[in-house]
């Protein structure tokens, strides 16, 4: 295998403070990363690095790890720009507009459904993006579902089951029977290509115990639970998901003290996608709420057509530093070693020996600009698996 040197880096994110300044970030400055094959194999002064096949010369930029975007809905047809425009003008969000995207799902072909998948994953890697989750929730049949996930297997590893995503249109009047349904046949059929499994936990969509049924069902079949969380109003969501050890509770809006004190105290990760709030007007999650109790915090952009249509973490970090109460080490830290946390993976997130080779260079000297400069494209070039892509 080829090595690569990228040299003359300003300030590498290493996510590791024993190869930096002992800071979460593990910064080294004037750094260097060595790359072979799709792994790192060194990392730290630039005039120490070893020789190598290549080099790049990084001219002074900063290198952080690729961002870990563990929430996304990029399984849908359709978009929602009517609705976008009505809320806009004060119309508040509710979760029945996810029906109108089922429609336009269901009636989509499978290689429109691929080609959508594989746009939206070309947005984000040029956006710095080298991980994804996604989810099915937009077919809300037996069939619809399994092939969303089928289609999802083929673009990422982290595929994620959320037949509950809301009491299909087809079981109005009977959402108990439709909770069997996910929990049965659905389940049966969607198992085999998801790794996840997922329920809006909300008014509006599955209750307590209507989630509790359907994650437990998910687990007994192997797979892994995360929750979709507190977001539009309080509720069982975030401690029913620190009870089950679910990987994730997404969204954390609106939370109470025990709620708080349950993510501080369990392995489950906060995941904060302050695209929603950007775009449905709603009230931010309180970062630093939870940061300062001790809990772990992953940042997303919730990519789907309804309450967050944005692929770009970039973006995500300036809100939460600019709205969530988040420093800028904090907001970086939690779209990278944050997202990686929140799938359960120590392989990437971080930009240390033995670590996948996902690395971004930005066309600044710090990852602050990310910040300090919104809105404008900093990523500059992309590594993902050692293979510069961008």
């Not at 997303?300 to 973006?315: H, I, L």
């Amino acid at each position: 295998m080829t090595t690569t040197a990228i040299t003359n880096i300003a300030s590498l994110v290493t996510n590791d403070p024993s190869l930096g300044d002992n800071s979460p970030l593990g910064l080294i400055l004037d750094a260097a990363v060595v790359i072979e094959g799709d792994r790192v194999v060194w990392t730290g002064e630039s005039s120490k690095a070893p020789a190598t096949d290549n080099a790049v010369d990084a001219n002074g930029r900063a290198v952080i790890p690729g961002f870990v975007d563990s929430h996304s809905h990029l399984l849908f047809a359709g978009d929602r720009t009517q609705e976008f425009n009505a809320r806009m003008s004060g119309r508040p969000y509710t979760a029945g507009g996810i029906r109108t995207t089922v429609a336009a799902t269901r009636a989509a072909t499978d290689d429109e459904l691929s080609a959508n998948v594989a746009r939206y994953l070309g947005e984000a890697l040029r956006q710095g993006t080298t991980t994804f989750e996604t989810k099915s929730g937009y077919g809300l049949t037996v069939e619809d579902e399994a092939r969303a996930l089928r289609i999802a297997a083929r673009h990422t590893d982290e595929v994620t089951y959320l037949g509950a995503h809301v009491v299909s249109p087809d079981y109005a009047d009977d959402p108990a029977g439709y909770v069997d349904l996910v929990t049965g046949p659905m389940l049966d059929a969607c198992a085999p290509y998801a790794r996840w499994v997922d329920v809006f936990c909300e008014k509006g969509a599955f209750d307590g115990d209507q989630a509790r049924a359907i994650l437990t069902a998910g687990m007994a079949r192997g797979l892994h639970p995360r929750v979709h969380a507190n977001q539009l109003s309080y509720g069982p969501g975030v401690q029913l998901a620190v009870e089950l050890d679910a990987a994730s509770a997404d969204h954390c809006t609106h939370l109470t003290d025990a709620d708080v004190d349950a993510l501080a105290q369990g392995n489950t990760v906060a995941t904060l996608l302050p695209g929603a709030e950007f775009s449905t007007r709603a009230d931010w999650p309180d970062a630093r709420r939870i940061l300062d109790a001790g809990a772990t915090v992953a940042l997303s952009t919730d990519c789907n057509p309804g309450s967050s249509f944005t692929s770009s973490m970039p973006f995500c970090i300036a809100l939460a530093v600019r709205d969530m109460g988040m420093t800028p080490d904090e907001a970086l830290w939690s779209a990278t070693a944050g997202g990686a946390a929140a799938l359960r993976r120590t392989d990437i997130g971080r930009i240390a020996p033995g670590a996948r080779a996902d690395l971004v260079l930005l066309d600044a000297p710090s990852h602050v600009h990310l910040a300090y400069r919104p809105g404008v494209p900093l990523v500059q070039a992309v590594w993902q698996r050692g293979v510069r892509t961008l």
